[in-house]
């Protein structure tokens, strides 16, 4: 799974430095650079080519679509990772919060009950002993 | 709650409400979570058979359900990646996480038009196939000798560059100390100037070839910044 990753990794940065060298000859070109021209725009329609072919090992890839936010921003896409980490983190610590809080909720509402109402409490805890599942 | 529907000839106190069925009998209901009997014959009827209204069962509770409690990034094994992403200070930079790709890639996509959004938004004709130029095609491709204006240039500066730039006036200034003091008020006079004139470049230009043209402007301050000095330091 991860060759298939490289190899596009490779591919894509060979295709860029092809581009970036026919940049340069571009930028101040000279007639006797014509061959490497041309021999570069080949190079580069080839490039497609190969990266074209390799679309069909990538079709079960899912890229999420905030990545894209961050990488149109000039971010690292490795913020989006620590992003989701955090919010993770926090959603997770947030519901464990209000799980405690309830159970404590339930707790002193017992306690309470139990003062007010001591013999209906004693048949509350009876049948819920009973129905509790082992 | 004792809902009792009666016909109303049948209404004593000998007639039971739960029809033929002894009262004794708790008929357990199917689903198991309502501690009511309705029971559906001649006399239909809803009787509350337990002493709390509504009460209902406590749902069953798998030992290894998945809960709010448990902590999720210990359950997952995300330890080593949170530590990873998350205590180490990493670079936000786009330029820190592919190095190798030439040019300034830290400029948002939107100046530009190579954002990904609009690769989304509009995407590109796709399912030709492409194929490679012919002899006839690539004679389009005969271009005039010479540099391309400075407008066009791409500009394939990294932006460490300007770090190292930076550098070296301080390397300069360190040999004489009246060249720092000199050249700091000159600095603190021309930086709101530089900044405006950037701005301007880049609203005239509005492509990312600017940054040779920053650079040439600062070559040529920095040689006139010199040639003052030079100027100066007779007179004192």
Redesign the interface.
């Known amino acids: 799974m991860a060759d298939r990753f490289e190899n596009l990794e490779e591919q894509l940065?060979r295709f860029?430095?092809n581009t970036?060298q026919l940049?340069?000859i571009?930028?101040?070109?000279?007639?006797q650079g014509?061959n490497a021209?041309?021999q570069k725009?080949?190079t580069m329609?080839?490039g497609?080519?190969e990266i074209?072919k390799m679309k069909g090992q990538m079709q079960d890839v899912h890229v999420p679509?905030e990545v894209?936010?961050y990488?149109?921003?000039?971010?690292?896409?490795?913020?989006y990772?620590?992003h989701c980490?955090?919010k993770?983190?926090g959603k997770?610590e947030?519901?464990?919060g209000?799980?405690?809080a309830f159970k404590k909720f339930k707790a002193l509402l017992v306690l309470e009950l139990s003062d007010v109402f001591p013999k209906?409490m004693a048949?509350?805890r009876a049948?819920?002993g009973d129905?509790?599942?082992a | 709650m004792n809902d009792q529907i009666r016909r109303p000839e049948q209404i004593s106190p000998k007639s039971s409400p739960r029809g033929s069925i002894s009262p004794a009998y708790q008929r357990p209901d199917s689903s198991g979570t309502l501690k009511t009997t309705i029971s559906l014959g001649k006399v239909p009827s809803v009787l509350h058979s337990g002493p709390f209204y509504l009460m209902k069962e406590m749902p069953v509770s798998v030992g290894n359900e998945i809960t709010g409690c448990t902590n999720l990034i210990e359950h997952y094994g995300l330890e080593h990646t949170y530590n990873k992403f998350c205590n180490k200070k990493g670079k936000e930079e786009l330029s820190s996480f592919l190095p190798h790709l030439p040019g300034c890639i830290d400029t948002p996509g939107m100046q530009d038009n190579s954002s990904l959004h609009s690769l989304i938004e509009k995407p590109p004709i796709t399912g030709k196939e492409i194929n490679s130029l012919s002899n006839t095609a690539l004679t389009s491709f005969r271009l005039h000798p010479g540099p391309l204006p400075e407008q066009y240039r791409f500009m394939s500066q990294m932006p460490t560059k300007k770090k190292h730039k930076h550098k070296r006036k301080r390397e300069s200034g360190t040999n004489g100390a009246l060249q720092e003091t000199t050249d700091n008020p000159a600095d603190s006079h021309e930086k709101p100037a530089k900044h405006k004139k950037t701005g301007k470049a880049e609203d005239n230009t509005k492509e990312p070839s600017g940054g040779k043209k920053e650079s040439g402007r600062r070559k040529k301050k920095n040689k006139k910044k010199k040639v003052k000095d030079k100027d100066e330091e007779p007179q004192s």
């Open positions: 940065e860029i430095e970036r940049g340069i571009v930028s101040d070109f000279q007639p014509q021209l041309n725009l080949q329609v080839q497609m080519q074209d679509l894209f936010e990488i149109d921003q000039g971010k690292n896409p490795n913020l990772t620590k980490l955090e993770a983190l997770n947030q519901v464990k209000k799980i405690d209906e048949n509350y049948m819920r129905d509790r599942p």
